[in-house]
């Protein structure tokens, strides 16, 4: 955990907030401040459909890392 909660200065530019929890129900504030997912590149099929299909609903894009030998992509 504690290494997933620091970003290294040079990707400050993202401005990107992790939030962490408990497995389970996690609540937090108001929904206008979420603005896209990204999934994991191992993150199982059935995790991701089921993620998709909640954050459609907000209108919360979902995005899912791939990894193609060297490189990262969306």
């Not at 990107?16 to 191992?42: A, D, H, N």
């Amino acid at each position: 955990m504690r290494v997933l909660s620091q970003k290294n200065y040079r990707w400050l530019y993202e401005r990107e907030w992790r939030m962490f929890g408990p497995q389970g129900l996690v609540s937090y504030g108001g929904l206008s401040c979420v603005k896209s997912v990204y999934i994991g590149f191992c993150a199982p099929i059935e995790l991701r459909k089921k993620i998709e299909g909640r954050l459609s609903k907000l209108n919360i894009k979902v995005k899912t890392i791939k990894i193609e030998k060297y490189s990262i992509s969306f």
